[in-house]
């Protein structure tokens, strides 16, 4: 039986990381994903992606729409966890930094270390663009929409500072971490009540009404919800159509509560 030399160096072969710390990367990984506007049937397919760098036998994960269980295995071991992921809002940019950093994992130009360094610098990132020009983007954006809904120019200007100051006013409410459904109840008033105004400057105001609150649309919400449901995940699917249903009721309850005030019909 051949033995090594007395002098000769002995090369240590590199201990794979935990099952824990691995499972806590890519909870991390989907969490990002998920949070930031991803459907449940990407975060999956991203975590799968996972796998072969990570040195795991198999990844068992269920997404719901603010949860995620994830069990990892390797050999005999298992380990699993649960995490409940805050909704922060969708960012593009976060979607589109973790997909590009996971692409290059799976290739292997980036290791596991540089992986969960990579994942806390880009949760730290700040928003791609400041508060003014969100705030003044959604203000041309809903006047737009009041235009096309046929609106003179007086009312095109009435709903571009409506909807200005109902999102900058749903901003400091998101900041404040007030309670979702109230947010959106508060914003919808806001806007709808500024809105009014258009009742004694235009010959237009059911356009200024409509188009006001239009900021508040739950769209990437519905568009997950249906490629959920289509896609197999029932459960993440309904909660999340369940959520855009009472942001509905929420927009429709604080411009019925203007329409009421103002004794107008749209």
């Avoid at 935990?18 to 998920?34: E, F, H, I, R």
């Avoid at 003044?136 to 571009?160: E, H, I, K, S, Y």
């Amino acid at each position: 039986m051949p033995f090594p030399a007395p002098n000769s160096p002995i090369v240590a072969t590199p201990e794979p990381a935990s099952l824990s710390s691995t499972v806590d990367l890519l909870v991390q990984a989907g969490s990002l994903l998920l949070q930031h506007g991803a459907d449940a049937s990407r975060v999956e397919a991203s975590l799968e992606q996972m796998e072969p760098g990570l040195g795991i036998d198999r990844i068992d994960a269920v997404v719901m729409s603010k949860t995620i269980l994830l069990t990892a295995t390797r050999q005999e071991a298992h380990h699993t966890r649960v995490a409940r992921v805050p909704i922060v809002g969708v960012n593009m940019n976060i979607l589109s930094e973790v997909e590009q950093l996971l692409g290059q994992f799976q290739q292997g130009r980036v290791s596991v270390e540089q992986l969960a360094l990579e994942l806390d610098r880009i949760a730290a990132l700040p928003h791609h663009y400041s508060r003014g020009v969100i705030v003044a983007a959604v203000g041309f954006a809903c006047a737009a929409f009041c235009r096309l809904f046929g609106g003179d120019w007086a009312a095109l200007a009435v709903t571009g500072v409506a909807a200005a100051v109902a999102t900058w006013v749903r901003m400091e409410l998101n900041r404040r971490h007030t309670n979702y459904f109230l947010v959106v109840l508060i914003t919808a008033l806001v806007a709808s009540l500024l809105a009014g105004n258009a009742l004694w400057l235009s010959q237009t105001p059911q356009s200024a009404l409509t188009a006001a609150v239009l900021l508040l649309v739950p769209g990437v919400p519905l568009i997950n919800a249906s490629v959920d449901i289509l896609r197999g995940h029932i459960s993440a699917g309904l909660a999340r159509a369940t959520t855009s249903l009472v942001v509905f009721l929420g927009i429709a309850l604080g411009l019925g509560f203007a329409l009421r005030l103002f004794q107008v019909r749209l």
